[in-house]
């Protein structure tokens, strides 16, 4: 199995740890132990009491039953036994390229997206096209383009909403159409979906894919909408056959996540609305934030986000996106992504959903590290 590096995870890797300001985080805020517990007026030192009692055996070994019947409640067609459990998404969508994807198969994916969606695929042999995402259309898939790159060979559609970067929404009527083009192929159409639910507008609503097509998989986590990337759970939503086949493969890579994280999860799960309410303050506070800083920079444009907790940002300015964001580290710590990691080059990626004070003074950082440019460039 040869692979690519996943360029967005080794920028992560490398400088994350040591940023000052942070800008380029993908979850929401993240929330204390203590904060998670007390979201609904429970005694956190009541719940630890009752934590310490447990056996810190490998627990339910595809999800606790609580587990997966308040995921299954986040869809409207989803029975808790058409839920896996698995170590976030990123194993989630692992699990299901390893189960469905074999040498030959073919696959299209939108780019730019999480690496991980085209390059896994790839690395099992599968012929992956790129269904390209351009700020001309808003990061909208172009339809006509997706009908002409299916085949008769076609396994799977991958698609990613909200997106990662750029934070576009495909609504219902292109959901369907796209379904409508997969189900022409009898192809799968796997749904990256960490980030629904973190809309801008309360007014939308985006269904989910599971939903909307018998093929429909979808892939979810507790790191963005629930500010949970600590306790390392996510899950696979999706048919009998296709769960069925990541139970058989999973069985060679995951005998079952943490309990300890189950139970955590559990209850933010329980408590997904307070969560819910108290992500979306954050992320429409800090995108007005945003907004205003965009418009006062006259090297910065972007495509405004309508959800998730990230933006491209176009600079004007001749240097390279990587250089650009090493240059910003060294000189301030202010940390932001490369677009080269979605093969974007002249944008760099924010995550603006971090705490609003490092939001506010990162973007500061920015603007007077733009200005040390300007003068040698113009």
């Known amino acids: 199995m040869d692979i690519k590096t996943f360029k967005v995870e080794e920028w992560m890797n490398e400088y994350e740890m040591e940023a000052v300001y942070n800008i380029a ?16 007026g429970t005694d956190p030192a009541q719940f630890f009491h009752e934590l310490g009692k447990k056996k810190l055996t490998y627990g339910d070994i595809e999800g606790s039953p609580a587990f997966r019947q308040l995921a299954a409640n986040l869809y409207n067609h989803v029975k808790p036994e058409n839920v896996l459990v698995m170590n976030g998404a990123i194993g989630a969508n692992f699990l299901v390229f390893y189960s469905i994807v074999k040498p030959g198969d073919h696959v299209i ?18 012929d992956v096209d790129l269904l390209r995402l351009t700020p001309e259309n808003n990061f909208l898939p172009d339809l006509e383009e997706l009908r002409s790159l299916v085949n008769e060979k076609t396994k799977l559609i991958c698609i990613n909403n909200p997106n990662n970067p750029s934070g576009a929404v495909m609504e219902r009527e292109m959901l369907e159409e796209i379904v409508e083009i997969a189900r022409s192929a009898d192809a799968y159409i796997l749904c990256d979906e960490v980030y629904r639910g973190l809309w801008q507008d309360d007014d939308i609503e985006i269904p989910s894919i599971v939903d909307l097509y018998e093929k429909g998989i979808v892939t979810q986590s507790m790191s963005k909408v629930f500010s949970l990337a600590g306790i390392r759970l ?25 309990m300890i994280d189950d139970m955590l999860a559990v209850h ?27 418009k006062k920079e006259p090297a910065i444009s972007y495509v405004k986000p309508r959800a998730g907790t990230t933006a491209m940002l176009k600079y004007d ?30 944008y760099v990626r924010i995550g603006y959903a971090c705490e609003t004070e490092v ?9 007077e590290y733009i200005g040390s440019l300007v003068p040698a460039t113009s």
């Open 25 to 40: 985080e993908t979850c929401v805020d993240s929330l204390t132990v203590n904060e998670l517990i007390s979201i609904d």
């Open 109 to 126: 994916s939108v780019h730019p997206t999480y690496q991980q969606l085209y390059d896994v695929p790839a690395s099992f042999g599968a």
């Open 234 to 258: 996510g899950w696979i939503a999706g048919p009998k056959d296709v769960i069925s086949e990541c139970m058989r493969h999973r069985d060679y890579t995951t005998i079952s996540c943490g």
């Open 268 to 294: 933010a799960l329980k408590n997904y609305n307070k969560v819910l309410d108290r992500n979306r303050k954050i992320i429409r506070e800090n995108l007005a934030i945003l907004d205003e800083w965009v």
């Open 317 to 346: 300015l001749p240097v390279t996106s990587e250089e650009f964001c090493i240059g910003l580290f060294k000189a301030n710590g202010a940390f932001l992504t490369p677009g080269s990691c979605f093969d974007m080059e002249g």
């Open 359 to 367: 939001l506010k003074q990162g973007l500061e950082k920015v603007s």
